[in-house]
C-alpha cells in the first residue's frame, strides 16, 4: 500500500506495470470509500464503511489508532492469524500509533514493525517498533525509509518462505506522501516527499498534467468550499509542479522494493502460489477545482486509487471496470485465505470479477465523510453536502466534473432516484451495502418440469428494475446466445444445447450503465 497515490502516477511505476499490471488484473475503477489515511486503511482491515466501523477521521475524537484500538482484534490480521496464518506489518500503520504506546503491538500481529508517529512522515531519522522494541535508523543514506521497508520485507519472506505455515504480510510505504526532511529545491509554500538521491530529479522537466479541470475557471456550480477559492496563482503553480515531480520520484524507490520483494518471492519458491494486492488508501490533488494538494473531497483525482491483483486463478494482463472499492479488500483476502470474519463485512471478494469478465454486479459505491456523502455509479456521481449543497455530475459527458447538473430542472428525477439510493447506502450494513438493482433471470419450461428442460426453456429478466433495462446479452457457458435490446428481453434454448447441468447467464445493461449478471443452472431431462 502507498500513501496519497493518485492513479495518473502509476505510468512512472515500470516493475509494478510489468511484474504485477501485466502478469495480474488491473481494477481500473476502484475507488477510496472515505479518501483519508486513517478511515481508508481501517476500511481496508475491517472490510466495513466508515458509518460502521466509525473511524472518520485522523485524530481522535472522530478517529485515529486509539478510538479503533479496543475492537482491533476484531480485524483481518486476527481473522488471518485464526486461519493459520503468520501476520506480519511493516511500515505505516494508522494514525497515531506510537504516540500513547510506542512498544504497543496491536492485536492480531505475530509480527510487527510499525513506524510510530510522528516520525512516520521523515523519510530519514524515524522509529520503528520491532516486536515491542523501539529501533531509530538516522540520517544515513543507507536509512533512506523506503530502502529499509524494502530490504525488511525480503528478509521476511526468505524467512518466512521456507516453513509450512503460511504468512500473510502487509507493506505499507509511505511514499508518495510528503515527509521531511526538507530538501534544498522544495518550494517554499509546498510540502513534498524526499525522494531518494539516486531517484532526485529524475522529473525535473516534467510538466504537471493539465486535465481541463487544473484551476478550474469557472466553479459557480460548486460548493462553497470550491467556489470561496482563489484562482491558483502561477507561483503556487509552479510549487504544485515541483511536488509533483518529486512524488513521481519518491514512487521510483517503491518500484524497486516491489520488484525485490517479487524477486524474493520467485527464489523462495511461494510466487505461484501467492496473491499480491498493490493499491493506495486515497488518491491526491495537483490543482484539480483550485485544489492545490490534499484529498478528502469528492472528485475523482481523490477518490480513485489504483488496485492490481496477482495471484493464482488471476488472468495476466486483464483489465476489469466493475466499480470496486476499498471495502472490499479484506473479503478478497480471507477469500484467498478461506479465513473467516468476525465483523459483518460490506465489501465482497473481487476474485470472481478478475477471473471471469462477464461477472458483474450493479450495486452503487459509496462515498462518505462527516462533512459529505455521495453515490458513485458507473455515469453518476451525486453528492450531499452536511452544508446543503449538492452536486450531480454525469461522467460520461463530463468525466473531469466541471459543470454540476444538481440544479438543472432535467435532473430532477434523476437526482430523486439517485437519492433516494444514496439514502439506503449511507445506512447500510452487510448485504445490503452489495445489493445492487432488483434483477432476476426467470425460466420458464416447455414439456418438462421447473429445473428439467424436455423440449425448450424460455429465459426471462424479471424484477422491479426490468423496466430499466437498456439490452440483454445471453449466454451459454461462454458462448453468446443473443443480444437483446428490446422488452421483454427474453432467450429460448433447446434441450439439445444442454449438457447434463448448464450454466446459463444474462448481462443486463441498464439505462444508466450499470451492469448486472445473472446465473442459472439448467439441465436436459
Not at 237 to 248: A, D, P, T
Not at 301 to 320: E, K, N, T, Y
Not at 375 to 390: A, E, K, L, M, W
Not at 391 to 416: G, N
Request: glycine share 8%; proline share 7%; net charge positive.
Amino acid at each position: 500500500m502507498t500513501d496519497d497515490q493518485a492513479v495518473e502516477s502509476m505510468r512512472v511505476m515500470t516493475n509494478v506495470n510489468a511484474l504485477l499490471a501485466a502478469r495480474g488484473t488491473t481494477f481500473v475503477n476502484n475507488f477510496a470509500s472515505f479518501p483519508l489515511c486513517c478511515p481508508s486503511r481501517t476500511t481496508y482491515i475491517t472490510g466495513q464503511y466508515g458509518h460502521n466501523h466509525t473511524i472518520m477521521g485522523n485524530a481522535p475524537p472522530a478517529g485515529g489508532y486509539e478510538k479503533l484500538a479496543p475492537t482491533h482484534g476484531n480485524s483481518l490480521p486476527a481473522w488471518l492469524r485464526q486461519a493459520g496464518y503468520h501476520t506480519v506489518h511493516l511500515g505505516k500503520y494508522l494514525n497515531g500509533y506510537g504516540q500513547a504506546r510506542p512498544t504497543e503491538v496491536p492485536a492480531g500481529w505475530n509480527e510487527w514493525y510499525g513506524s510510530t508517529d510522528p516520525s512516520t512522515y521523515r523519510f530519514y531519522n524515524y522509529t520503528l517498533n520491532e516486536n515491542g522494541r523501539l529501533a531509530t535508523y538516522g540520517t544515513g543514506a543507507a536509512n533512506y525509509q523506503t530502502d529499509v521497508y524494502g530490504r525488511k520485507a525480503v528478509e521476511l519472506i526468505r524467512r518466512l518462505a521456507p516453513a509450512t505455515q503460511p504468512f500473510f504480510l502487509s507493506v505499507a510505504f509511505l511514499a508518495p506522501h510528503s515527509g521531511g526532511p526538507r530538501d534544498a529545491d522544495d518550494p517554499g509554500n509546498q510540502a513534498t516527499p524526499s525522494p531518494a538521491p539516486r531517484h532526485r530529479n529524475r522529473f525535473a522537466s516534467e510538466p504537471l498534467p493539465a486535465p481541463p479541470s487544473l484551476n478550474e475557471a469557472d466553479v459557480s456550480d460548486k460548493p462553497a468550499g470550491i467556489r470561496n477559492r482563489p484562482l491558483i496563482r502561477p507561483a503556487r503553480l509552479n510549487g504544485i509542479r515541483e511536488n509533483y515531480q518529486q512524488r513521481l520520484e519518491s514512487l521510483l524507490a517503491v518500484d524497486e522494493a516491489i520488484r525485490d520483494i517479487m524477486a524474493a518471492l520467485e527464489a523462495s519458491g511461494e510466487l505461484s502460489r501467492t496473491l499480491i494486492v498493490f493499491t493506495s488508501d486515497n488518491g491526491f490533488f495537483h490543482g484539480e477545482h483550485r485544489v492545490p494538494d490534499g484529498k478528502v473531497l469528492v472528485y475523482e483525482p481523490s477518490v480513485r486509487v489504483p488496485l492490481i491483483l496477482r495471484g493464482p486463478g488471476v488472468p495476466a494482463g486483464v483489465v476489469r471496470p466493475n466499480l470496486v472499492a476499498n471495502v472490499d479488500l479484506a473479503a478478497t483476502i480471507l477469500d484467498v485465505a478461506n479465513a473467516r470474519p468476525g465483523r459483518r463485512l460490506d465489501g465482497r471478494t473481487l476474485l470472481p470479477f478478475a477471473r471471469d469478465g462477464l461477472v458483474r454486479s450493479s450495486r452503487d459505491i459509496l462515498l462518505e465523510t462527516p462533512t459529505y456523502s455521495a453515490i458513485r455509479t458507473p455515469r453518476y456521481v451525486f453528492v450531499q453536502h452536511s452544508s446543503g449543497d449538492q452536486e450531480l455530475y454525469d461522467l460520461a459527458r463530463d468525466p473531469h466534473q466541471l459543470q454540476s447538473l444538481h440544479a438543472d430542472p432535467a435532473s430532477a428525477r434523476l437526482k430523486a432516484d439517485l437519492g433516494s439510493r444514496l439514502a439506503r447506502l449511507r445506512a447500510c450494513a452487510c448485504d445490503s451495502c452489495r445489493r445492487g438493482a432488483d434483477l432476476r433471470l426467470a425460466a420458464r419450461y416447455r414439456r418438462g418440469r421447473a429445473g428439467c428442460v424436455r423440449s425448450t426453456v424460455r429465459l426471462r429478466i424479471a424484477g422491479s428494475a426490468a423496466a430499466r433495462v437498456f439490452f440483454v446479452s445471453f449466454y451459454r457457458g461462454r458462448t453468446r446466445l443473443r443480444r437483446d435490446s428490446r422488452a421483454p428481453y427474453t432467450a429460448a434454448i433447446s434441450s439439445r444445447r444442454l449438457r447434463t447441468r448448464t450454466l446459463v447467464r444474462a448481462v443486463v445493461t441498464l439505462r444508466d450503465r450499470r451492469s448486472q449478471s445473472l446465473d442459472r443452472a439448467l439441465r436436459a431431462c
